[in-house]
């Protein structure tokens, strides 16, 4: 450990933050900015959580092991912590190319008229129906997107400040009327499959939009509250207008971490690494500081937890200092996952049988591994059934067409999130299983391009285990909970507390488990720090 930095972290704190994920230095960024002093202890050797660039084969090649593109983070926070100063620059991504095994492919590049003639030849209707479905999609998401910077109120709180907040909340749903009321609510509840049957008749069209309902669940797109995944997913962009649009961060997600912890910094937080918080120290009902697992002692009248709820309520505070009830409400938060990430080098870029003539360009979007929403299906219910899915489906990117810094000229780096393993993979190391679920990945990938197997130079395999183990995401969940109707908004992560509090008086949370959560974001993050300010104003 740098011991001077240990050194430069001494003193008194105004806040210390549990956890240096990307939410945590958002947190403490826009505390410092504020004129706090922030301190955050992290647990690793490097910040960033989820967000993280790493060199797992020497460095000259570098991948974004878990979280691989950005969308969801808004204006107000990159603006904010002015993060272009600070290094964080993204590209928007290229078309979405899925190839089928039988010769056909989709290749949509956002053009209202090219995409007309790909979807023509699946299904005439189909292709009709897209420009409908996104300005349906819009409509609903012009008044949903904002509530994602809102913080939830209290709902059935009877008190002045909390009836004042959920009239609020009522106010700035008036835009969608009853239709956009009823579309809301259908959209919270539906199955991701259930909606695009109402939308479109073609297995492949519909399978390539499900990706995105079901895109690190423990559901299929059969279940219910899968649409709404969809729209999560689909409310951002990178800053060039397009709904949905997602883009790659230079130099990897772990660019992002990097420039709002220099963001952070500059402002005035100290940041210290290998700092593994073994206990937040409560006296009074009040929570005054922290030990770390090596015995060191942080004070400060505000502790911020950014880790997953379970590490922060069941391991780090004393079951003593907390509700029954409240207890009950973590105890059972849902964070199940069947997701394994798979990162690959290559030697040169896939030639897919269906358009061996595409430019590198036009694979620069994702790359889908997905036949059709019975393909889809089929693949979770293998893991629902205890087995990892025969024929996995994945997500997959090549950044290094956009961003070479990522590896040597000639070479290209692919990553690829891909699903369903069992959940309960978590609970233990699986590798002869995920090196065996990795070969048929990468063997569909084979079937589709021919010699992409023997272009694979090298490759990482992270599953559910080594993501809790490693990252801190218990079960495996990247979204440190699943983001199912009774998991979202005002229950996000227990009814009460869904406002960056908690039941005990000084501690607060901002992981992913709360509101906003769900991609890197930073939004719980900056709720979170708009709540210890606006506390701390109530408190003079």
Known sequence: ??????????????????????????????????????????????????????????????????????????????NGLRLPE?????????????????????????????????????????????????????????????????????????????LIEQLRLAWAMRGLRTRGAADAVRLFTMSISDLLDEWFESPQVKGTMAINGVIGTWAGPAEPGTAYVMMHHTIGDVGDGKMGGWGYPIGGMGAVSAAIRRSAEASGAHVLTDARVARILVRGGRAGGVALADSREFTAPVVVAATHPRITFLEQVERAELPDDFVADIERWRSRSGVVKINVA???????????????????????????????????????????????????????????????????????????????????????????????????????????????????????????????????????????????????????????TTPVRGLYQCSSATHGGGGVTGIAGYLCAKRILRDRRWRR
């Not at 590198?360 to 299906?377: A, I, K, R, T």
């Open 1 to 78: 450990m740098d011991r001077s930095a240990d050194n430069r972290t001494r003193g008194t704190y105004d806040a210390i933050i549990v956890g240096g994920g990307h939410n945590g230095l958002v947190a403490a960024a826009f505390l410092a900015r504020a004129g706090l002093r922030p301190l955050v202890l992290e647990a690793r050797a490097v910040t960033g959580g989820a967000a993280t660039t790493e060199t797992p084969w020497g460095p000259e090649f570098k991948v974004t092991a878990l979280s691989y593109v950005m969308s969801l983070m808004p204006p107000t926070i990159v």
């Open 86 to 162: 600070h290094g964080y620059r993204v590209v928007p991504m290229g078309p979405d190319f899925m190839p089928f095994p039988d010769g056909r492919s989709l290749l949509l590049t956002g053009d209202e008229g090219h995409d007309h003639a790909q979807l023509s030849a699946f299904s005439g209707r189909d292709a009709d129906a897209m420009p409908r479905y996104e300005a349906w999609l819009r409509g609903v998401s012009d008044v949903l997107a904002p509530l994602l910077m809102k913080t939830p109120p209290n709902v059935g709180s009877t008190r002045p400040r909390d």
């Open 346 to 500: 290559l030697s040169r870029l896939p030639r897919f049988t269906a358009r061996p003539d595409l430019a590198p360009e036009q694979l620069s979007g994702s790359v889908e591994l997905c036949h059709d929403l019975e393909y889809v299906e089929r693949a979770f219910q293998d893991a629902r059934e205890g087995q990892p899915a025969a024929a996995p489906f994945s997500d997959s990117v090549i950044p290094s067409i956009l961003d070479p810094s990522l590896c040597p000229e000639g070479t290209h780096i692919m990553s690829m999130f891909t699903q369903w393993v069992p959940h309960t993979w978590a609970a233990e190391p699986r590798r002869a299983e995920l090196d065996a679920y990795a070969d048929r990945v990468i063997g569909l990938y084979d079937d589709l391009a021919p010699g992409f197997k023997a272009s694979v130079l090298h490759r990482q395999v992270i599953g559910p285990h080594e993501m809790e183990r490693e990252y801190g995401l218990v079960g495996g969940n990247i979204f440190h909970g699943e983001l199912s109707t009774d998991q979202l908004f005002h229950l996000r992560p227990a009814p009460g507390y869904a406002g960056y």
